[in-house]
């Protein structure tokens, strides 16, 4: 079946430091993939998407690009701060019909000042 | 804008009590709609979908139960609360298209004593 798996954390970073989280998925397909973003205490938060190959997404300066010769979606900022400590998750959405979204397990993300 | 909304925020039952989360959607029609669990420090846990009024699919066997009454309202509910259900839930939605993101709610953290 379809799965996403991430790099285990915590990650922890200096700040200003540069941020890499793996991510990668098994699916048949082509799947649609996302980063979302948990702060303490809230839902997750879409953070970007990507809906086919090659394609980059971005928000708040972070960036990931669909890899599909390496069924890879790895999370990437230059320049992280100290507001960006939270959880990472990565997931995907099968375009096979289906409804559920499936999610990695999640990477925390500690950045200090 | 689409808007979810989750309640309560916080709650603090006993053992054997009965439970009642309520999540309403506004902004937008037939939307799917998802229920999950979430343990401390821990990944996401999908409990129940809907995809339209009535229609819930259950994805582990356990003592809660979803409810979809109306379009844009989703319920979970339980008779009787046992101390491994304590934990953080959270409602979503999506479009009724596959391969969509899904939107979270705030969440409600759910403790049993």
């Known amino acids: 079946g379809d799965s996403v798996t991430q790099m285990e954390g915590p990650v922890t970073l200096s700040e200003e430091a540069f941020l890499t989280i793996n991510c990668t998925y098994t699916a048949t397909g082509y799947p649609s993939l996302f980063w979302y973003v948990q702060y303490p205490g809230e839902g997750l938060q879409l953070l970007l998407k990507a809906t086919k190959a090659d394609d980059k997404g971005s928000n708040k300066g972070f960036e990931a690009t669909y890899r599909k010769e390496t069924t890879s979606f790895h999370l990437e900022k230059g320049s992280v701060q100290v507001s960006d400590s939270a959880v990472y998750f990565c997931?995907?959405?099968?375009?096979?019909?289906?409804?559920?979204?499936?999610f990695g397990a999640g990477t925390r993300l500690f950045v200090k000042a | 804008s689409q808007t979810i909304h989750q309640w309560p925020a916080t709650l603090v039952q006993p053992v054997g009590s009965p439970l009642s989360l309520e999540c309403t959607v506004e902004?937008?029609?037939?939307?799917?709609l998802y229920w999950y669990r979430q343990a401390a420090g821990r990944g996401l846990q999908l409990l129940f979908y809907?995809?339209?009024?009535?229609?819930i699919s259950s994805e582990v066997p356990q003592n809660l139960s979803a409810s979809r009454p109306q379009d844009r309202q989703f319920i979970l509910s339980s008779k009787k609360l046992l101390l491994s259900d304590s934990g953080f839930y959270l409602c979503?939605?999506?479009?009724?298209?596959?391969?969509?993101?899904?939107?979270f709610g705030d969440g409600t953290r759910l403790s049993i004593l």
């Open positions: 902004g937008t029609s037939n939307p799917n």
């Open positions: 997931a995907l959405s099968p375009n096979t019909g289906g409804f559920k979204t499936i």
């Open positions: 809907s995809v339209g009024i009535g229609q």
């Open positions: 979503a939605w999506s479009e009724l298209d596959s391969n969509q993101p899904q939107h």
